[in-house]
């Protein structure tokens, strides 16, 4: 089930991510022909299709939200239901040391449904449970089926070993009393030494655990006490009342195998309800990307009559369809204040804005949730970092240390802090390779040194810093650090605590989420010695007139309402890019990046910036260059308006770095992962041309 959904998402890379932007499909042979004899059909036969569809995908939308429903309702069942039969575990559950020669396997299915996987696996382990000999030649092991499915599959092969077939159940799940009856039935027809209950434990919409829980006899427990075996001795258990240790047992086993059994058909049921769910999210995709491949043939995204070639996404990045769906949900369905109200919307949106901030924590690991401030954006998370801890920690003639090639947001809020504590800037300039110089940087931590402000990877020079070395050599000195992580955590696995940075920030609106939200991640213990930076509602514990005192962790940062539904669509974009993996993300954007780079530094009159690319230097997916004689926002703009092709052109608020090149400004082509090779090959077709368009005039 969890394989099946990968690759129908893997397939969905590149067949369906931009709304309502579309990007040319990179189509195999033998999908280009099946499709040209779409394009030669009639329009109205394309929109009946389409329309067709659509409908298939909203049914199975609302099969879906069925589906979740139902299994909401059957978890909360399952989970009550554990503490019933747990505590008798060691009593009656544990592997005995006596011999156990009728083994019986009750095997848990389903009468109907979509569940095959669920139910061919649990008869794989009753099959597997038959072939095991338990105790020697003379055991031997029984089936007791529970559900349609199980039997067909196992009366083909071993119907001589069905003791008993309980088939057209009235409800699924059943309820207690159903199940206690079949309980009693079963032990009243079949005798048993060992019950192996065989069913599928839910784990996730995706997953589920094959598992087998054990009911023994009243006799194999009473003859384990007997040879002093490792089972729980009964005389640890006090009979109260006339009955014999014999009775008690016998209403014990009958109710622990009740309730392991009820157990046991919820935890089925929820598995099936989330296999019912998966496929229907499967089928619904492949009904969204039929009508991706069906709006592709007649509604092709063009700027000024030419594919669009977005390469762009260092400044910001696309949006899957999920994000903008997930930012009209929040409006749409569950719009509210968060933190405020205990109304269903305020608490739907409290929770759905909580979660994202642990999918951010998740996504980077960090050690817990409230080491993530949500924040306007990156700048302000700088900013934050400047003006709380800079300004209560730094003293004149402390240093900071940054490099040349910092974004002006790395830059400018420090120059603040200085101004205003008399602590010294120290800029790290570039080496021969033009990569920040690591040996230089590695001088300049002193023991001045308070703290390090570095980026992860240049948005100018696509170059890869040694972030974790880094850290070391300023922790060495007591300095703290912090990392713009802005172009490298849309791209690759971040890990803050294998890097052990101190301070972290990045962008939404990079890594395919809303703008207006970004968040600094920063060590517990520094958040929480560093004062408010902005005051107002939420970050407060109490106010007084004379004074107010704060709100722990991460509320003391996050004064006023906060921007919810960019939240909750950020938290959406890293469900999209963890589905993906970021492994694969960087992998394929490193193949990507080196393309891009050779094509490039072979246009004659064309200087790339930043490191060669080797196997043992990495460059990000972008190129930032100047072509000889021509200003690159000409070239910008020729390649916009004469091809489509979208890319930045400016000194990309790395002003020092560009005087430090010698010039004012470049060019730049940034990739992401739903780029291709094609739009690199249309990219350099079109700048070829530009090149020569503009030296006609020379």
């Given at each position: 089930m969890a394989m099946a959904t990968s690759r129908c998402q893997g397939r969905r890379i590149a067949a369906s991510f931009f709304s309502p932007i579309t990007i040319r499909h990179s189509l195999a042979s033998s999908e280009e022909s099946a499709f040209s004899g779409v394009r030669s059909i009639s329009t109205q036969i394309v929109r009946n299709r389409m329309k067709s569809v659509k409908n298939i995908q909203k049914i199975t939308k609302a099969m879906k939200m069925v589906a979740a429903s139902k299994l909401r309702a059957i978890q909360t069942k399952a989970e009550n239901s554990r503490g019933l039969w747990q505590p008798f575990t060691a009593l009656l559950g544990d592997l005995p040391s006596v011999e156990v020669k009728k083994n019986v396997a009750v095997t848990i299915s389903?009468?109907?449904?979509?569940?095959?996987?669920?139910?061919?696996?649990?008869?794989?382990?009753?099959?597997?449970?038959?072939?095991?000999?338990?105790?020697?030649?003379?055991?031997?092991?029984?089936?007791?089926?529970?559900?349609?499915?199980?039997?067909?599959?196992?009366?083909?092969?071993?119907?001589?070993?069905?003791?008993?077939?309980?088939?057209?159940?009235?409800?699924?799940?059943?309820?207690?009393?159903?199940?206690?009856?079949?309980?009693?039935?079963?032990?009243?027809?079949?005798?048993?030494?060992?019950?192996?209950?065989?069913?599928?434990?839910?784990?996730?919409?995706?997953?589920?655990?094959?598992?087998?829980?054990?009911?023994?006899?009243?006799?194999?427990?009473?003859?384990?006490?007997?040879?002093?075996?490792?089972?729980?001795?009964?005389?640890?258990?006090e009979v109260e009342g006339g009955e014999a240790k014999s009775e008690v047992l016998q209403n014990l086993t009958e109710f622990q195998f009740s309730c392991v059994m009820f157990n046991a058909v919820l935890e089925n049921a929820c598995s099936e309800q989330g296999?019912?769910?998966?496929?229907?999210?499967?089928?619904?995709?492949?009904?969204?990307?039929?009508?991706?491949?069906?709006?592709?043939?007649?509604?092709?995204?063009?700027?000024?009559?030419?594919?669009?070639?977005?390469?762009?996404?260092?400044?910001?990045?696309?949006?899957?369809?999920?994000?903008?769906?997930?930012?009209?949900?929040?409006?749409?369905?569950?719009?509210?204040?968060?933190?405020?109200?205990?109304?269903?919307?305020?608490?739907?949106?409290?929770?759905?804005?909580?979660?994202?901030?642990?999918?951010?924590?998740?996504?980077?690991?960090?050690?817990?949730?409230?080491?993530?401030?949500?924040?306007?954006?990156?700048?302000?998370?700088?900013?934050?970092?400047?003006?709380?801890?800079?300004?209560?920690?730094?003293?004149?003639?402390?240093?900071?240390?940054?490099?040349?090639?910092?974004?002006?947001?790395?830059?400018?809020?420090?120059?603040?802090?200085?101004?205003?504590?008399?602590?010294?800037?120290?800029?790290?300039?570039?080496?021969?390779?033009?990569?920040?110089?690591?040996?230089?940087?590695?001088?300049?931590i002193s023991k001045r040194a308070k703290l390090v402000v570095v980026h992860h990877v240049s948005n100018v020079l696509a170059s890869v810093l040694p972030i974790d070395q880094v850290v070391s050599w300023a922790h060495d000195v007591g300095a703290k650090v912090l990392v713009d992580a802005c172009q490298s955590v849309p791209h690759m696995v971040v890990d803050v605590r294998s890097l052990d940075t101190d301070f972290l920030v990045a962008s939404s609106h990079k890594m395919c989420g809303p703008t207006g939200i970004g968040f600094l991640y920063g060590k517990s213990e520094l958040l929480s010695s560093m004062p408010p930076f902005l005051g107002g509602g939420e970050m407060i514990a109490d106010v007084y007139l004379d004074h107010s005192t704060y709100a722990e962790l991460p509320s003391k940062f996050e004064a006023g309402t906060p921007a919810i539904g960019e939240a909750i669509g950020l938290g959406t974009a890293i469900d999209y890019l963890s589905a993906i993996g970021m492994q694969k993300i960087h992998e394929y954007e490193v193949e990507l990046a080196n393309y891009l780079y050779d094509r490039l530094s072979s246009v004659p009159s064309v200087r790339v910036y930043g490191p060669k690319p080797s196997r043992s230097v990495t460059r990000a997916a972008l190129c930032s260059f100047n072509v000889e004689d021509v200003h690159p926002t000409d070239i910008a703009t020729f390649l916009d308006q004469q091809h489509g092709v979208a890319i930045r052109s400016g000194h990309h608020c790395a002003q020092p770095l560009h005087r430090y090149l010698g010039v004012n400004s470049s060019a730049r082509a940034s990739l992401h992962f739903y780029n291709t090779k094609e739009d690199v090959d249309d990219f350099i077709i079109s700048l070829y041309d530009t090149i020569n368009f503009f030296a006609s005039f020379k």
């Open positions: 389903s009468d109907k449904g979509l569940c095959g996987g669920i139910n061919s696996t649990a008869v794989k382990i009753s099959r597997g449970l038959h072939k095991l000999n338990f105790g020697g030649p003379e055991t031997e092991c029984k089936y007791v089926i529970l559900g349609e499915k199980a039997k067909a599959q196992l009366i083909r092969d071993s119907k001589k070993d069905i003791e008993l077939s309980i088939t057209e159940l009235q409800k699924n799940p059943l309820n207690y009393s159903q199940v206690a009856m079949l309980a009693d039935d079963i032990l009243k027809n079949v005798e048993y030494d060992a019950l192996r209950i065989v069913y599928s434990k839910f784990q996730s919409v995706v997953s589920f655990i094959p598992s087998v829980s054990t009911v023994l006899s009243p006799e194999v427990v009473e003859r384990e006490a007997e040879a002093g075996g490792k089972l729980a001795e009964l005389d640890l258990y296999a019912r769910m998966s496929a229907m999210d499967s089928s619904s995709r492949n009904a969204g990307e039929m009508l991706d491949r069906l709006t592709l043939t007649y509604n092709r995204f063009e700027v000024n009559g030419k594919r669009l070639v977005y390469l762009d996404n260092a400044a910001t990045s696309q949006k899957p369809a999920a994000v903008v769906d997930a930012l009209r949900n929040y409006y749409e369905l569950y719009n509210s204040n968060v933190h405020r109200g205990i109304h269903y919307l305020s608490a739907k949106a409290t929770d759905e804005y909580e979660l994202a901030r642990q999918k951010v924590s998740n996504f980077i690991n960090a050690s817990e949730s409230r080491e993530i401030v949500f924040t306007r954006n990156a700048t302000e998370a700088i900013n934050l970092v400047a003006y709380s801890w800079g300004l209560s920690n730094l003293k004149e003639g402390d240093e900071v240390i940054l490099t040349i090639a910092e974004h002006h947001s790395a830059i400018v809020p420090w120059q603040f802090v200085a101004q205003k504590t008399g602590a010294v800037l120290k800029f790290v300039n570039l080496g021969e390779d033009e990569v920040p110089d690591v040996g230089k940087l590695r001088e300049m």
